[in-house]
């Protein structure tokens, strides 16, 4: 039976996720919590995995009862801001500023996060595709795959690759929890994918492989229309205003609708 078996969310854009029980989707159409933090140069540029590997050197957690997080750094030193105060996000910003050598601004914003698509929302991938993607790799496991894709919702009891179904003209949607999501756009991958997640260290002719290897494997009843290279995995979904609001839980079963 198809059902959510991974809910993750980003707390500050570029680092760790967390994996949470359950999730509201919020009025802007993305997950409470998921990029709600973002740090932000003296150009109002925005510090991610894109711009620099070292954020791999960092393990970072969060909770999202007391809004706490917690970061250690590559020497073991350990910081906790509580990102609820203002006070305590400048200070934030201050450290993470002097980590990356940069003058860094530590904003929030809650109502829709910092998603790179900001008119979209969850980041959609089954079980089966990570486990797919990481048979492609020497040495990589299946939550290495994980960590390197970074989707939001993770479906298990499905084929790989199944979320591209949702892609396409005609194409249908899946539900869970009451709440409906339509496919947008495949996820064209940057160079985050090519690096391990703890170390940073890239992997050789990473995206030539993958390249190779999804277009092997892309699924016969996907329409490759939708597509505009195969450097891509993972959904990218929309949720209907109407459903902003509702809650999704790890569980609830997927249906898939017209």
């Known amino acids: 039976m198809a059902e959510i078996a991974r809910i993750t969310v980003f707390p500050v854009k570029g680092l760790d996720g967390i994996d949470v029980e359950a999730t509201e989707v919020l009025d802007g159409g993305t997950l409470e919590y998921d990029r709600e933090f973002a740090l932000f140069d003296a150009d109002s540029e925005v510090l991610n995995g894109k711009r620099t590997d070292r954020v791999h050197e960092l393990r970072v957690d969060f909770d999202p009862a007391s809004a706490e997080l917690a970061v250690e750094a590559p020497d073991g030193?350990?910081?906790q801001f509580d990102l609820s105060e203002d006070e305590d996000r400048e200070?934030?910003?201050?450290w993470f500023g002097e980590f990356f050598g940069e003058d860094l601004t530590l904003r929030r914003d809650a109502s829709l996060g910092f998603v790179d698509r900001r008119e979209m929302g969850p980041s959609v991938v089954s079980t089966a595709t990570l486990e797919t993607v990481a048979s492609w790799f020497d040495g990589m496991t299946v939550d290495g795959a994980r960590r390197r894709l970074r989707a939001n919702v993770e479906v298990a009891g499905v084929e790989p690759f199944w979320e591209d179904r949702f892609l396409g003209e005609d194409?249908?949607?899946?539900e869970a929890g009451g709440v409906r999501f339509e496919g947008?756009?495949?996820c064209g991958r940057c160079v985050v994918p090519e690096r391990d997640p703890d170390t940073g260290e890239r992997l050789a002719e990473f995206r030539e492989r993958f390249v190779r290897k999804r277009e092997e494997t892309f699924p016969d009843w996907a329409d490759e229309e939708a597509f505009d290279h195969f450097y891509a995995v993972m959904l990218i979904a929309r949720?209907?205003?109407a459903d902003r609001g509702g809650t999704v839980r790890v569980g609830d079963p997927v249906d898939v609708s017209d």
Do not use: I, K
């Open 91 to 94: 200070r934030a910003g201050d």
């Open 77 to 79: 030193e350990t910081r």
């Open 171 to 174: 194409a249908p949607a899946f």
């Open 184 to 186: 947008v756009t495949p």
């Open 239 to 241: 949720v209907p205003e």
